[in-house]
């Protein structure tokens, strides 16, 4: 939005513009398959265990799976951050174009402030996922949580941007679907996927109005 409303449409660089496009459209899927896929592997190699066998083993197992998710959330969250951030150096000439480094202030700043969000203003996101989608025991976090871990990680390799809360949405349902498709909340479910459609436009939207609210500040 904010660049568009600088320079117009041309100031968008194709390339860039098709990964992000491309990790908006299909991480979701990826993220949908793999929940279910590895769900029902789960399901196969521990057929013959007690319930309670595999809530103490999952609940265990889940540790190694939470702690994948967080890394790969901040792999990909963060480096969108310090991205903006480096930019913003360079575009200063606090920084060079030419030997573009992130200082390692900007990777701390960036790490501390994602760790900060999430302890202080993520409770409500984390009670969504967690417990009005669908009903989790530890085995079904350990699905979703590797899932997303491994799609997540596998766009950060790529160098894709994605959305690590529509990632780990996205594994939940797939999950969920194994035991049967009336187990997920579809009306909760329904009410995210809005909230992911509506979030473009008006992030658009603010950020053209407030670069031209700045660059009006800055030139009067």
């Known amino acids: 939005g904010a660049g568009i409303a600088h320079g117009g449409p041309s100031v968008l660089v194709g390339s860039g513009m098709l990964k992000i496009v491309m990790g908006l459209a299909f991480s979701p899927l990826l993220g949908l398959t793999f929940g279910f896929v590895i769900m029902l592997a789960i399901y196969w190699v521990f057929r013959h265990f007690s319930p309670a066998m595999v809530t103490t083993i999952f609940s265990k197992l889940q540790i190694l799976t939470a702690a994948a998710m967080a890394f790969s959330h901040g792999s990909n969250d963060a480096q969108k951050t310090m991205g903006i951030i480096t930019l913003a150096l ?9 030997t573009v480094e992130v200082p390692l202030w900007v990777i701390l700043l960036s790490a501390s402030v994602m ?12 009670r969504t996922l967690g417990v009005r989608i669908i009903t ?41 679907s194994t035991r049967r498709l009336s187990a997920v909340r579809w009306g909760v479910a329904k009410g995210i996927v809005y909230a992911w459609v509506l979030t473009f436009p008006i ?18």
């Not at 360079?90 to 030419?98: C, E, R």
């Not at 760790?115 to 984390?126: C, L």
């Not at 160098?159 to 939940?172: A, F, L, N, Q, R």
Request: hydrophobic residues 50%; glycine residues 12%; contains cysteine.
């Open 90 to 98: 360079v575009v200063s000439k606090a920084s060079s174009l030419d």
């Open 136 to 176: 989790m025991r530890p085995v079904h976090g350990f699905a979703a949580e590797s899932a997303a871990a491994a799609v997540i990680e596998f766009a950060t390799r790529s160098g894709i941007p994605v959305s690590t809360t529509h990632v780990i949405t996205s594994t939940i349902l797939g999950m969920g």
């Open 203 to 220: 992030c658009g939207v603010l950020g053209a109005a407030l670069y031209v609210a700045v660059d009006a500040v800055t030139k009067g």
């Open 115 to 126: 760790a900060m969000g999430t302890y202080f203003g993520g409770s409500r996101v984390i």
